[in-house]
């Protein structure tokens, strides 16, 4: 009938394998690696942003009492001083 022999692989036929599964194995890993290096960067950056987003929202809530309190100095400064009246 058929004849299966149950012989060991020869050291190039283990060698081959190898050089096919490890090279491999490293591609993957690496891949793995960098894409969790980028989630963390991902999630480093939305945190910068948003603390970035939160200064700018109170100076701009700074700069907009100062704009009011300015508005009502001049205000009262015109109202003190006479206006005058323009020459021909």
Known sequence: MTDVSSAKPSWKEVLSILCAVVPASFVIGGGLLSAGGRDKQ????????????????????LLTKIDGRTIRIETKLEMMVPVKEARP
């Not at 910068?48 to 100076?59: G, M, N, T």
């Open 42 to 61: 991902l999630d480093e950056n939305t945190r910068r942003i948003e603390a970035l987003e939160r200064a700018d929202a109170a100076k701009t809530e």
